[in-house]
């Protein structure tokens, strides 16, 4: 059985059915504590628990700050 601690951090893509086992849907990814974590999102607006715009207009839902953003072209700016 899969242990969500030891997992690394995973982007999900649209073409992933994410992860039964551990009841991960398609769009979170496992951050580096184990955590499941949304994906970055476009929006008109910054969604209530955005934690961080990236370059390329996402909002992020980092719980941290190492690896924010870092598939969207770097952090812009932090909330």
Same mark, same amino acid.
């Given at each position: 059985? !899969?242990?969500?601690?030891? $997992?690394? *951090? ?5 073409? =992933?059915?994410?992860?039964?086992? $551990? ?7 496992? %951050? #580096? =504590? ?9 929006? %008109?607006?910054? *969604?209530? %628990? &955005?934690?961080?715009?990236?370059? %390329?207009?996402?909002? #992020?839902?980092?719980? =941290?700050?190492?690896?924010?953003? =870092? !598939?969207?072209?770097?952090? &812009?700016?932090?909330?």
């Amino acid at each position: 059985m !899969k242990q969500a601690g030891v $997992l690394p *951090p995973y982007y999900a893509t649209e073409e =992933s059915e994410g992860d039964e086992e $551990l009841d991960i849907p398609h769009t979170d990814y496992i %951050n #580096s =504590s184990g955590e499941a974590v949304p994906l970055p999102v476009y929006m %008109n607006e910054r *969604p209530p %628990n &955005a934690t961080a715009q990236c370059y %390329n207009g996402a909002y #992020s839902f980092s719980k =941290s700050r190492s690896g924010t953003c =870092s !598939k969207e072209g770097g952090v &812009a700016e932090w909330y």
